[in-house]
T-cell receptor, first 113, second 113 residues
Framework: QQQVKQSPQSLIVQKGGISIINCAYENTAFDYFPWYQQFPGKGPALLIAIRPDVSEKKEGRFTISFNKSAKQFSLHIMDSQPGDSATYFCAASMSSGTYKYIFGTGTRLKVLA | SAVISQKPSRDICQRGTSLTIQCQVDSQVTMMFWYRQQPGQSLTLIATANQGSEATYESGFVIDKFPISRPNLTFSTLTVSNMSPEDSSIYLC??????????FGPGTRLTVL
């Protein structure tokens, strides 16, 4: 029940295309859902995050869509660029708990020039 | 966001030895977290370190193997004890923002021969 399932494991997108990464969770107590971007040799960097009280959040080319009833959320990268090539992790946490994150398994994105 | 540094950035160690990893933050934070990221894998929480109290370990991680210190609000150490090749991983510290966000350090890449 503590798992966060992430798909796909890897993704190849043409430059200018839309990259979509999906995550699903079981525990309805989760109420904070961040996405992290990690480049090789670097620590994960917070990209964007959402709470269940909204269905969508947009920051620049990055959008999170959230479906509370389905317990799913997704990251959309519009106009994908070669510089977006990285590994993306979704996560979930409970604000009222210990604030620890449960991470998805990661998606390796490659954007072709 | 907090600026986090880790030392060493990488190390190669012999089986049976121990390595202490340092995590320094540029501001006072309540909660610090230690994660392990095995090659090509997701992040797994080792323990949560609060100043002035014992670290809280996740299932599968024990204090004898991964002792943690948290002497003040800007610093923590993680020791990987009696290392084996299976301990070869990236070790990451993260800090809470005072809210739900976590910010990660650059990681320590450990190779055990």
């Amino acid at each position: 029940q503590q798992q966060v399932k992430q798909s796909p494991q890897s993704l190849i997108v043409q430059k200018g295309g839309i990259s979509i990464i999906n995550c699903a969770y079981e525990n309805t107590a989760f109420d904070y859902f961040p996405w992290y971007q990690q480049f090789p040799g670097k620590g994960p960097a917070l990209l964007i995050a959402i709470r269940p009280d909204v269905s969508e959040k947009k920051e620049g080319r990055f959008t999170i869509s959230f479906n509370k009833s389905a317990k799913q959320f997704s990251l959309h990268i519009m106009d994908s660029q070669p510089g977006d090539s990285a590994t993306y992790f979704c996560a979930a946490s409970m604000s009222s708990g210990t604030y620890k994150y449960i991470f998805g398994t990661g998606t390796r994105l490659k954007v072709l020039a | 966001s907090a600026v986090i540094s880790q030392k060493p950035s990488r190390d190669i160690c012999q089986r049976g030895t121990s390595l202490t990893i340092q995590c320094q933050v540029d501001s006072q934070v309540t909660m610090m977290f230690w994660y392990r990221q095995q090659p090509g894998q997701s992040l797994t929480l080792i323990a949560t370190a609060n100043q002035g109290s014992e670290a809280t370990y996740e299932s599968g991680f024990v204090i004898d193997k991964f002792p943690i210190s948290r002497p003040n609000l800007t610093f923590s150490t993680l020791t990987v004890s009696n290392m084996s090749p299976e301990d070869s991983s990236i070790y990451l510290c993260s800090v809470d923002s005072g809210g739900d966000e976590q910010f990660f350090g650059p990681g320590t890449r450990l190779t055990v021969l």
